[in-house]
């Protein structure tokens, strides 16, 4: 079975939501919409406080290359522009928006039609996906033609399609794939067709076997397209990891993917694109899990940008008694949430209640030096020694050490016998480095 070549994982999956169909989330009263919700310059507001406007409207413009537009996701009145409190604690200029309705915009093609064929050119698809403020959905939030436009002189010759949500306890992109199978094949031929690319690979951890089967026998339908299926391991979602397994290139340090010839999008963000450019839909709602032991409801939801997690939560049976965090996310890679009046974002693939039991660190005691985490790490780094680094703002050494390199998947703190907090200390580490890193080149 397929997996990538160094390190990983296999914590206990706990997908309690598998297989339970998506739910449609009612509408709140007022949702908040950032303007900056995703990797790049924050869009710039283009609405002001009493304008009406529509689901899929625009109301803030992409600000920069690096950036993505922002819409509307559901019908009234702007309220105010002020800022508002993110799932990571800051500040950020948001859009609030009273409901009134859902009028959506005259040329979003709301039927369930599925079209096949698209005849678009590929710059004139860019251009939709631009349009329509797609970023990436499993994480990063890069905006997605961006990663669409190779640099002058790379060509991608394999597109590979993230199907793998590897992150124990999400199933938001599995039950996708089981309801929105064709659309995402489409979606495939879409963005193989912008990358100039004859072959797409799909991959998905073998612990899905109905989506494996189901998308199996959708792609054998179109040409250049298959499915691989992969060994459960974690992270075998990063985007690294999974272009060793899928096709056995190891990207180098410090390079993208289109060095070895691929390009890697995620399967949410590809039904995005099949929505964007078939149907002129933008990125103003997604799915997203709600899980935990003891939830009352854990299932997966559609949910519109900017509703705020307590509405959602809310809908699927509230808190559970005995919730010690709430980690927006999955467990590995998720941050806690200090309260649930933050808004839903584009990149909020899950909420999940952790049990008290489950979310008191244990005491930290002293590195053994079993060299476990060292054994795990996925990029071949050696965790202790960056913790130590940070600890003593070696910030040149951890530099050489490869810090940027770190994915921050959280295999080395899982495995830790001495329950040492390693990855909160690469973390800082590696965001004190990256400032000075970009520094340096500002000032050459």
Not at 130 to 149: C, D, E, M, R, Y
Not at 244 to 269: C, F, H, K, M, Y
Not at 361 to 375: D, E, G, L, S
Not at 405 to 432: A, F, H, Q, V, W
């Amino acid at each position: 079975m397929k997996t990538f070549s160094i390190g990983g994982i296999h914590p206990k999956e706990n997908k309690f939501s598998a297989g339970k169909k998506i739910i449609e989330m009612t509408l709140p009263q007022q949702v908040v919409i950032p303007l900056a919700h995703y990797i790049g310059a924050p869009s710039e507001a283009i609405v002001k406080k009493g304008d009406l406007v529509k689901a899929g409207q625009l109301i803030g413009k992409a600000n920069g290359f690096i950036s993505a537009n922002v819409h509307s996701s559901v019908s009234g009145k702007v309220n105010k522009i002020d800022v508002q409190l993110d799932a990571s604690g800051y500040k950020r200029p948001s859009v609030f928006i009273d409901v009134e309705g859902d009028e959506w915009m005259e040329n979003i093609d709301r039927s369930s039609t599925i079209i096949r064929e698209c005849l678009l050119p590929k710059e004139e698809i860019l251009k939709k996906i631009q349009n329509a403020g797609i970023v990436g959905l499993g994480g990063a939030t890069f905006p997605a033609h961006v990663k669409l436009s190779p640099p002058s002189g790379k060509k991608a010759n394999v597109l590979i399609i993230n199907a793998v949500e590897c992150e124990p306890y999400l199933t938001c992109d599995h039950q996708l794939m089981l309801e929105k199978g064709e659309e995402i094949i489409v979606g495939i031929t879409i963005i193989m067709k912008v990358l100039d690319v004859k072959r797409a690979v799909i991959g998905i951890e073998n612990n899905k076997p109905d989506a494996i089967a189901h998308l199996s026998k959708i792609a054998s339908q179109y040409k250049g397209i298959e499915v691989v299926a992969l060994k459960v391991q974690y992270p075998q979602g990063g985007e690294k990891q999974l272009i060793d397994a899928v096709i056995g290139r190891q990207v180098p340090s410090a390079a993208l993917p289109i060095e070895v010839g691929a390009v890697v999008q995620n399967v949410g963000t590809t039904f995005a694109i099949y929505e964007a450019v078939q149907k002129n839909k933008p990125l103003f709602e997604r799915v997203m899990t709600v899980t935990g032991k003891s939830a009352a409801q854990p299932s997966n939801y559609r949910v519109r940008i900017g509703t705020l997690l307590s509405e959602v939560v809310t809908l699927a049976g509230g808190v559970p008694e005995g919730t010690g965090k709430i980690i927006g996310g999955g467990p590995m890679m998720g941050r806690s949430l200090m309260n649930l009046n933050v808004p839903m974002a584009k990149g909020s693939a899950g909420i999940l209640f952790m049990p008290n039991e489950e979310s008191v660190r244990k005491p930290m005691k002293n590195c053994i030096r079993c060299t476990k985490c060292v054994t795990v790490c996925p990029m071949g780094l050696e965790p202790f020694l960056l913790m130590n680094q940070s600890e003593r703002n070696m910030w040149p050494e951890m530099e050489k050490e490869r810090v940027m390199d770190c994915i921050e998947c959280g295999s080395c703190s899982y495995t830790c016998p001495s329950n040492r907090p390693l990855l909160d200390y690469i973390r800082y580490g590696k965001t004190t480095v990256g400032g000075i890193i970009r520094s340096r080149a500002v000032k050459k």
